[in-house]
């Protein structure tokens, strides 16, 4: 864990700032475009973290300052041990206990569901698509949120702008039903983790199969499609 201060001018407005992304290039650009960001007015301390696990423990640690937004890459290296998967479940996790702060999501998924999903799941005040990611668009997004202005990089604002009449809707127990999957977890032994009923589980798993089309029953077939889809 590392941090930054700015400036030093009691008189300006102090903002804490917590970066988490696996790629340290990235979160320099983080820092660079942050530090620019009207110095007469704001005192930055920025806080970073490399994966779930070291951003698990930044969040947790009751050291650390109420954050006043945070950038997070929503792929990044899990924390099995506090079922801390991806970006999207730090976000909910300092949203549980900072609720004031404000979240800007990276991510590299371009699959409509996807974005919707997070959307929905985490009502994000900054979403961004790497492949859109430039040092302005920082600049942008930043200035955005820090005005209290929600910002959607092009790509996104282009994504939900297409038909939807398609579009796969899943929640947080199908997604658990996945994830365990993958772990090669039997629907019995799930029952430890998903607070629904075995038969509830093996209804849902049937459903998925159906929303994404897998015509040989195989569980093989509905984790590589969800997979690409971004489900999970």
């Known amino acids: ?96 206990r900072m609720p004031s702060c404000k979240i800007i999501l990276l991510t590299m998924y371009t699959e409509l569901l996807k974005i919707k999903t997070i959307i929905r799941s985490i009502q994000p005040n900054g979403l961004i698509i790497k492949n859109d990611l430039t040092f302005d668009e920082l600049l942008l997004a930043f200035d955005k949120v820090m005005k209290n202005e929600k910002y959607y990089s092009q790509s996104v604002v282009k994504m939900l702008n297409q038909s939807t009449h398609n579009a796969i809707e899943i929640d947080q127990y199908d997604k658990q039903i996945l994830i365990h999957l993958a772990k090669g977890i039997s629907n019995q032994d799930m029952l430890q983790y998903i607070p629904i009923s075995l038969n509830a589980i093996e209804k849902r798993k049937k459903h998925l199969k159906e929303l994404l089309k897998i015509k040989n029953n195989s569980d093989d077939d509905l984790l590589k499609e969800a997979k690409s889809k971004g489900l999970f």
């Open 1 to 96: 864990m590392t941090f930054d201060l700015t400036a030093s001018d009691s008189q300006l407005v102090k903002k804490n700032i917590l970066i988490v992304d696996d790629h340290p290039f990235i979160i320099e650009g983080y820092k660079n475009a942050i530090t620019r960001y009207n110095p007469q007015q704001y005192e930055f301390s920025i806080f970073q973290a490399h994966d779930c696990k070291s951003g698990y423990e930044i969040i947790q640690n009751q050291n650390s300052p109420q954050f006043d937004i945070a950038f997070l890459d929503i792929s990044m290296p899990p924390y099995e041990e506090r079922e801390i998967f991806s970006g999207e479940d730090l976000a909910k996790l300092l949203l549980n």
